[in-house]
């Protein structure tokens, strides 16, 4: 894994070569820290991945995602920092993979389109209308962290970071708006019997 040779002096503290990096954005500076804690990155990234090519390449993307996230945040303490941050982006990479064994259809087992009409379509298109129409009546700290959340995919740690909301009351909002978001759409489904499945 090859980064920007270190030019910097390498006796500097953590807090002090994110601070220099803060103010002039040298690229040098954040290489010279990340080479300091890159086995840590490849150790989580392994752990996590369990593949030892996309851990090397989550190593890289890493590096670059550190680019842009240290100079908007202030870490004080880095090391620690730097792992919940790498085990969260790992985890995103897990959840976005869909793993699923597939196996080959028998044309014969298979049920015939021909039945399939447009009722169907429209029911689901009335859901995804009425799903909307309730995330939109949350109130809007509810509806923020639900949509990071389930249509975002973002972790309870990075929507902390966006909202500058304490990780508690993000999984509060969460629970709460997950909650009235149900109850929305019982009340919907039960003014209109049509749209229930």
């Known amino acids: 894994m090859n980064f920007l040779k270190n030019k910097t002096d390498s006796s500097l503290a953590d807090p002090e070569i994110l601070n220099l990096y803060r103010q002039t954005g040298d690229i040098r500076l954040l290489a010279s820290l990340y080479q300091r804690y890159i086995d840590l990155v490849y150790l989580v990234c392994m752990k996590y991945l369990r593949d030892a090519e996309l851990s090397k390449d989550e190593v890289m993307n890493i590096f670059e995602v550190l680019i842009t996230k240290l100079r908007r945040h202030e870490v004080e303490h880095f090391r620690p920092w730097l792992h919940t941050m790498v085990r969260n982006h790992c985890l995103m990479i897990l959840r976005s993979r869909k793993?699923?064994?597939?196996?080959?259809?028998?044309?014969?087992?298979?049920?015939?389109?021909?039945?399939?009409?447009?009722?169907?379509?429209?029911?689901?298109?009335?859901?995804?209308?009425?799903?909307?129409?309730?995330?939109?009546?949350?109130?809007?700290?509810?509806?923020?962290?639900?949509?990071?959340?389930?249509?975002?995919?973002?972790?309870?740690?990075?929507?902390?970071?966006?909202?500058?909301?304490?990780?508690?009351?993000?999984?509060?909002?969460?629970?709460?708006?997950?909650?009235?978001?149900?109850?929305?759409?019982?009340?919907?489904?039960?003014k209109d019997p049509d749209t229930r499945s």
């Not at 995919?153 to 009235?180: A, D, L, P």
Request: glycine fraction near 4%; charge should be neutral; include cysteine.
């Open 99 to 190: 793993h699923f064994e597939t196996t080959p259809l028998d044309p014969d087992r298979m049920q015939s389109t021909d039945g399939l009409h447009l009722n169907g379509i429209l029911e689901k298109e009335e859901k995804l209308n009425s799903l909307a129409n309730c995330l939109e009546a949350l109130p809007p700290e509810q509806r923020t962290t639900v949509t990071l959340f389930y249509l975002q995919n973002k972790c309870y740690k990075e929507i902390e970071q966006i909202t500058g909301m304490e990780w508690n009351k993000v999984r509060s909002q969460i629970q709460n708006g997950r909650r009235n978001l149900k109850i929305c759409m019982d009340r919907k489904s039960m």
